[in-house]
């Protein structure tokens, strides 16, 4: 395993279970221990963990609350393998919708070689991401510009607030495709931001189709602000972590449920 890959698992385990152990990285990963101290001490220097006596811990108290930048590193082989899928949703001459977050900047990746293709979105990343495509047409929604989380060079900018709401009443896309901070059958999907949570329940009002990207970290988490019931939504693309009873109670509620394996991370970095 690269030196890399070794690092994203390492704060990914951290982030799901909370902490970790030198002895048990070693054991897992086949590494020395001195290589696992060397790993951590990187990894805390670039913020995505904190080290203790023996190991390290999580910085936040539940990864779909961690800040935009800590989010893009994790789970990125699930984020792309449900980018792809969404993707495949899509038909040349279709007006879709797009959220922001770290899923949904994967799928724009993935639909650069669509034609006739119109975007709606709110998202600096999308926007960046397709801007410069030929066969895309990106419409933005203007409105008050916020970092969603972190700092403004590395949160996810959006255009929030009144004018971007009224826009968005302008348009009717076929699907909207959300990404989501929890998800929970009795709660529905919530977000960590107030105003982005606005633009998502429009961007499902306006919609003929509504579609969730998220990995399976996201199933059984509660963010403060409620965005809407699962009822919402037509289906739900998602990696095969979710467990089994999460799926049943979607598909019993007529959501269709698309399970994805992770895919290499073949594609460079965002920039």
């Not at 900047?105 to 070689?113: D, K, Q």
């Not at 826009?167 to 009795?186: E, M, Y």
């Not at 979607?250 to 970095?269: A, K, N, T």
């Amino acid at each position: 395993m690269l030196a890399a890959e070794r690092l994203k698992r390492i704060a990914e385990a951290v982030c799901q279970d909370g902490a970790v152990s030198i002895t048990d990285l070693s054991a897992r990963f086949a590494v020395s221990e001195a290589t696992v101290r060397r790993d951590l001490s990187r990894l805390a220097q670039q913020g995505l963990l904190k080290r203790t006596y023996g190991g390290a811990v999580s910085r936040q108290t539940a990864s779909v609350d961690a800040p935009f930048a800590v989010r893009e590193q994790l789970y990125v082989a699930e984020k792309r393998a449900i980018a792809l899928a969404a993707a495949k949703l899509v038909s040349d001459g279709e007006t879709i919708v797009l959220d922001a977050g770290t899923t949904i900047a994967e799928l724009a990746r993935a639909l650069r070689n669509h034609s006739d293709l119109t975007v709606i979105t709110n998202s600096e990343r999308v926007m960046n991401e397709l801007y410069d495509c030929h066969g895309v047409s990106v419409f933005a929604i203007g409105g008050e510009v916020r970092a969603l989380s972190g700092l403004p060079a590395k949160g996810d900018i959006c255009m929030v607030g009144p004018v971007a709401e009224e826009t968005l009443r302008r348009f009717r896309p076929s699907k909207a495709f959300l990404g989501t901070a929890g998800i929970t059958i009795a709660e529905g999907m919530s977000n960590t931001n107030l105003p982005q949570t606005r633009i998502k329940q429009l961007m499902a009002e306006i919609s003929t189709e509504v579609i969730l990207l998220t990995d399976h970290t996201k199933f059984g988490h509660v963010s403060y602000s409620i965005v809407a019931g699962v009822d919402v939504l037509d289906k739900v693309i998602t990696d095969r972590g979710i467990k089994p009873e999460d799926k049943a109670a979607l598909e019993e509620r007529g959501i269709e449920v698309v399970l994805v394996e992770p895919v290499p991370e073949e594609l460079p970095p965002m920039n």
